[in-house]
C-alpha cells in the first residue's frame, strides 16, 4: 500500500519513545527479514536460486530449504501492531494477576518486588504504577492508532 513504509517509520517513532525495548526488537526482527520456504520464494528468486545452487552443485531446491525475504512496508506495519497488541496482553493478563494476588495476600499498600540477575535492575510495582502502566500503554495505543489514520488518510 502507498504510503506504508511513512506510516511504519512514524508508528515505530512513537514506539521508540514510548517503550524503546520494544522498538530495538521490531527493528532488528524487520532488519532480519521472515523466514519462508525457498519454494515460497516468487518464481523468478526460485529460478535465480535454483540457478546458483546448480552452478554449485548443491541439488535441487526442496521443501526443506529455507530463504530469508524482507517484510514488506505493510507487514513491517502489522509485525509492529501484532508486538504492540501481544504486549498489551500481557501487560493486561500480569496485572490482573498482581492485582487479585495482591488483594488475596497482601494490603492495599503493599508493594511487589521484582529482583534480576546479579548486576540486574531491580524493579518494584504498587497498584498505582501498575495503573499508570496499563495507562501509558493505552495512550501509545491511541497514539499510534491516529498516526495510522492520519498516515493512510494522506495516501
Not at 530495538?24 to 526460485?46: F, P
Not at 521443501?63 to 524482507?70: G, H, L, N
Not at 504486549?87 to 492495599?108: F, K, P, Q
Amino acid at each position: 500500500m502507498e504510503g506504508s513504509q511513512q506510516a511504519y517509520d512514524e508508528l515505530i517513532a512513537v514506539v521508540e519513545e514510548k517503550f524503546p525495548d520494544i522498538a530495538l526488537q521490531v527493528r532488528d526482527e524487520v532488519a532480519r527479514g521472515r523466514q519462508v520456504s525457498a519454494l515460497e520464494r516468487s518464481r523468478n528468486e526460485q529460478n535465480d536460486f535454483q540457478t546458483a545452487v546448480i552452478e554449485k552443485s548443491l541439488g535441487r531446491i526442496t521443501r526443506t530449504d529455507v530463504a530469508v525475504q524482507p517484510y514488506s512496508s505493510d507487514e513491517q506495519i502489522l509485525l509492529l501492531l501484532r508486538t504492540l497488541r501481544t504486549l498489551a496482553n500481557s501487560m493486561s493478563t500480569s496485572r490482573r494477576a498482581v492485582v487479585e494476588l495482591v488483594r488475596n495476600h497482601a494490603n492495599r499498600d503493599a508493594v511487589i518486588s521484582f529482583t534480576g540477575p546479579p548486576g540486574g535492575r531491580a524493579s518494584s510495582l504498587d497498584q498505582a504504577s501498575i495503573s499508570k502502566e496499563t495507562e501509558l500503554l493505552i495512550t501509545a495505543y491511541n497514539e499510534l492508532s491516529a498516526v495510522l489514520s492520519e498516515t493512510m488518510e494522506h495516501a
